[in-house]
């Protein structure tokens, strides 16, 4: 469930605000930080498949090209909103700066429920909307990737769209789609396997095994189930996971692969009618089992004021953007809860998304263990660089990472000018 008692947006700002309070930052460039470049709202009429036309409200949002071209998702869901864009668009400038890839801001969405919509019904909707934020796109100017509730296929229309309207195909337009139209292998597991190095920095920087590691991860979509089966696979001990409609949980660790065979078959997860090994829980005691770990992998705000208290886990790594309020962060610091925050916990996938683009762009294509092997260098030396500087101020790792991505993204700002 979304938790809709929060603005996104006003969380963006206070992140961004405290940032520039401890570098010192430039107002006028603080200023310019706190107001998204560009945002487009456009109607999104699509016929049923009843005939009925029913029209859907998109957005893409553009929050800073000052690093390079704008990148980000889109994602459909039924709870999104213009704040909300504008909020994950901002964590995906923050985010590229983190893992210093050359690229700004920029996030889409269509509020819609497409667990309710036909193949054809998304894939018209999707094509309309693509349709609408076209002058904003390009290879140059604004890439777009899967988010929550789209995929490869997803990617394949919008640049069968884009290229329909250049006369000639562009797959560096998008990233995330299909590898037989120019996809990287690698990029769907991406945000998953980057959550697992991250973690295992983490690791070795505490002394710990993951033999000695137990694991929660809420939410089983694209990040979450990947993220679970690669720590099982490291040795670490999932002991539960989760989607929307609740989760399982198995003392001694789950058997992943029946997991996700299950969720594949599904379609659509379910996991509370999941009759493999283990016991069913809510969300709600997902977060609050008694683990080492825990990997909120699902939407903002799950984790607030009115349940911080109530985490009993030593780490938490973020693969959802977002999950952990601002006030849940000082609640967990005093508990002294460790946090990798988001913008570098879940970079794998914009980390990959790059490679894609620079695949695109070159006509020249990576085998796995290439793409596997760059993500993880770019991962290991992001999460070095913001625990060294935690260490060297004594700050939490979000504290950090903001630190360090504002005052890249500052910098760029500063050296180009404000133009005119
Ligand atoms: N939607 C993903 C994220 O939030 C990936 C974005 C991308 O690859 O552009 O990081």
């Not at 071209?69 to 700066?97: Q, S």
Request: charged share 25%; aromatic share 8%; net charge negative.
């Amino acid at each position: 469930m979304p938790n809709s008692n929060v603005n996104p947006y006003d969380i963006v700002l206070e992140q961004l605000d405290g940032a520039v309070r401890r570098l010192r930052l430039d107002e006028n460039i603080h200023t310019v930080l706190r107001h998204p470049e560009r945002a487009l709202v456009v109607s999104v009429p699509v016929i049923m498949d009843d005939g009925r036309v029913e029209v859907f409200e998109g957005y893409r949002v553009q929050h800073s090209s000052a690093r390079g071209p704008c990148k980000g998702g889109v994602r459909y869901h039924p709870a999104v909103t213009l704040d909300e864009v504008k909020a994950l668009a901002a964590w995906m400038t923050w985010k590229c700066a983190v893992a210093g890839i050359p690229y700004g801001g920029a996030k889409g969405g269509i509020k819609c429920d497409p667990k309710r919509m036909s193949k054809g019904e998304i894939m018209r909707m999707t094509r309309r909307y693509t349709v609408g934020i076209l002058p904003l796109l390009g290879p140059e100017k604004d890439i777009p990737a899967p988010d929550v509730n789209t995929s490869a296929e997803t990617m394949g229309w919008i640049m069968d769209t884009f290229s329909m309207f250049k006369g000639y195909a562009v797959p560096g337009v998008v990233t995330g789609k299909p590898v037989n139209i120019g996809g990287s292998l690698g990029r769907r597991e991406a945000t998953g396997r980057g959550v697992m190095y991250v973690t295992n920095e983490l690791l070795k920087r505490l002394e710990r095994r993951p033999e000695d590691t137990t694991v929660a991860v809420q939410g089983f979509g694209n990040v979450g189930s990947v993220a679970a089966a690669q720590l099982a696979r490291e040795g670490y001990r999932v002991v539960a996971v989760s989607d929307y409609s609740g989760g399982v949980y198995c003392e001694h660790g789950l058997n992943l692969e029946s997991l996700l065979r299950y969720a594949q078959e599904k379609g659509d997860g379910h996991l509370c009618d999941y009759d493999g090994e283990g016991e069913h829980l809510t969300n709600a005691e997902l977060l609050a089992l008694d683990v080492d770990l825990l990997v909120p992998a699902a939407l903002e705000a799950q984790i607030h004021g009115g349940n911080a208290q109530a985490v009993r886990a030593r780490w938490i790594v973020e693969g959802a953007n977002g999950p952990t309020t601002p006030e849940a962060d000082r609640i967990l610091a005093d508990k002294g809860v460790i946090v990798v925050p988001d913008i570098l916990a879940n970079a794998g996938g914009v980390v990959v998304s790059y490679f894609e683009w620079v695949q695109d762009l070159q006509a020249l294509f990576w085998d796995e263990d290439q793409v596997n092997a760059q993500l993880e260098r770019i991962m290991r030396r992001s999460f070095a660089e913001v625990w060294q500087f935690a260490q060297d101020r004594r700050l939490p790792l979000r504290d950090a990472a903001y630190m360090l991505a504002v005052n890249r993204v500052a910098e760029a700002i500063r050296v180009r000018g404000i133009f005119p």
